[in-house]
């Protein structure tokens, strides 16, 4: 077991792929089930309320923590696939 300098424990050594995907200009993460998503990547994610499948690009990926997440664990939803 790890324990933080605050005197905390550390609950997740686990590391995610996030990946910052753009539709339409603006910028989204999402978690991605694989690490082998590259910048340029073209990929369909859900959107909106009804979790529609929409095209974005890949900006960036990044790996973390559930602590150190680019958005918090329980908002962020996982990439549907890479579209060809």
């Given at each position: 077991m790890i324990h933080s300098l605050s005197g905390g424990?550390?609950?997740?050594?686990?590391k995610y792929t996030f990946v910052?995907?753009?539709?339409?200009?603006?910028?989204?993460?999402?978690?991605?089930?694989?690490?082998?998503?590259?910048?340029?990547?073209?990929?369909?994610v859900p959107f909106g309320k009804g979790d529609l499948p929409r095209e974005g690009?890949?900006?960036?990926?990044?790996?973390?923590?559930?602590?150190c997440a680019p958005v918090p664990m329980n908002r962020?939803?996982?990439?549907?696939g890479l579209v060809r």
């Open positions: 424990v550390i609950r997740d050594n686990f910052k995907v753009e539709i339409d200009g603006t910028p989204y993460w999402y978690l991605s089930p694989t690490s082998a998503i590259e910048a340029g990547a073209r990929v369909s690009v890949v900006l960036k990926t990044e790996q973390a923590d559930a602590q962020i939803r996982g990439i549907y």
